[in-house]
């Protein structure tokens, strides 16, 4: 039943699509932890932002738990060793994005002891600042495990003085992916503890659990577990119908509260947070048990796989290794999809580690990969922008882009793409429109980051040049007083000698 308050209801967003679910073929056994892997590659930067700095090298022996690197920003995301073992060095890993690139990682092998590093929980929670918890968060390394990676603390922090409700999202868009369902069934007195202290930490009173209107016995457990912890005037259960995408930030927000978060403000302006139920199990870590964020839970499936299920994986697995630990592959796999099918990530081979936002891969056959229809041109049909749920003009975008438009297509709201595929899911031309405004992103992101780097250069350049016309101005300076001086010398030899040419004269007069 959902716990609306009075006059509250379930909300509508605009476009979406109702997909078919395979969620359960995952969820018939309960989440189980993987062996050791002979090498865990944890990725410097899996985050947005900056990588921290390093604090270890190759041949350190390293214990769990242990900081590998540090920062004082709350952008960036210090990392941890998941298990003890021996670091040997950073090399360049493959990465899921940019596809088929690479990016630093700390490789560590395992020594399979798992001597952990002193816990160091946040006692007395309830009774801390807010900024003393969100300090903590950022220390023990979270960044939200829905898949983008948000860094927690940058989230929470902010002074947001009209914030009432943190939104914690077990609403998955996507029809594969089932970790999420598995942690509120396994781990729902996790969920709820972590959700009452990321409220604490942002200074909201209330916490809104968003889940989907088909996970069975989520609910239940969810009633269980918030009983048991007293928490039923905090936390509200909130049941969503499974609409494609229904878990984006805005489309959630707007399906609970009927409120649009403004195109160019944040979800804190209508007084919410939203974070994924798995960010809040791994608060509830932080604060109470003093384990930073190491591990996560990512649903192997799709019918490459001969048996679908949900592993509790370190960060830095190689998904290989994962693949074994679910029976292997089944069948011809032709392609593997880290997310989903609508907004994932085609991956262009299994060597790639888990990350904090690593919640599915997908292995599809040949059966259900049929052969790519050509690209023909576009028919103004408007398909797309019926479906498209953050009300843009996809068609309009894809021509501009396609043009290499890209300010242009700027102006049109690029960026409020959320890359949910819907668009491209319905275009009767198979036009591959998400490719098209990934890669307008990026070069406007690249743009931008030519214009700072620009800035930053000529603001170098200016310090610089102030800098040396400040040595000029200092060298002449000491030339002019080194001169005076000389000046001021020579007229007191001067006088000296008048002085003693006096003196001889007056001798010498009878
Ligand atoms: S759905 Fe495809 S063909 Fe139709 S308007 Fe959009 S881009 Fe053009
Ligand atoms: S991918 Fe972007 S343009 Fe296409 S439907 Fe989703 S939000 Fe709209």
Known sequence: MDEALPGERIHGFPGGLKLEHHKQIACRDPVERPPLPERLFIPMRQHQGEAGRLLVEAGERVLKGQALSASGDDFIVPEHAPTSGTIEGVINHPAALPPGGTRPAIVLRPDGEERRAPPRPLENWRERAADEIVDHLHRAGLAGLGGAMFPTAAKLRGGWSDLHTIILNGAVCEPWSACDEMLMRECARDVIEGGLILARAASAGHVVIAIEDRMGRVEEKLRDARRALGAEQD?????????????????????????????????????????????????????????????????????????????????????????????????????????????????????????????CLLALTREETPPRQPTLPCINCTACVRACPAKLLPQTLFKLVEAGKYEAAAEYDLADCIECGCCAAVCPSHIPLVDFYKHGKDELAQRNLDQRRAALAKRRHEAREQRLAREREARQARRKEREKKLKRSETEAQSEIQAAIERARQKKKP
């Open 235 to 359: 936390v509200r259960i909130r049941k969503v119908c499974t609409v494609y995408p229904e878990g984006g930030e805005r489309q959630i927000i707007q399906a609970l509260t009927g409120r649009e978060v403004p195109h160019d403000g944040l979800p804190q302006d209508l007084g919410v947070v939203v974070h994924n139920v798995g960010t809040a199990a791994a608060a509830r870590d932080a604060v109470v048990e003093g384990q930073p964020l190491i591990e996560r839970i990512v649903t192997v499936t799709g019918p490459g796989i001969v048996h679908p299920r949900n592993l509790l994986a370190l960060i830095g697995t190689p998904f290989s290794h994962l693949v074994q630990a679910a029976g292997g592959y089944r069948g011809h796999v032709t392609r593997l999809i880290l997310g989903g099918p609508m907004s994932g990530t085609a991956l262009a081979g299994d060597d790639i580690a888990v990350t904090r936002g690593s919640n």
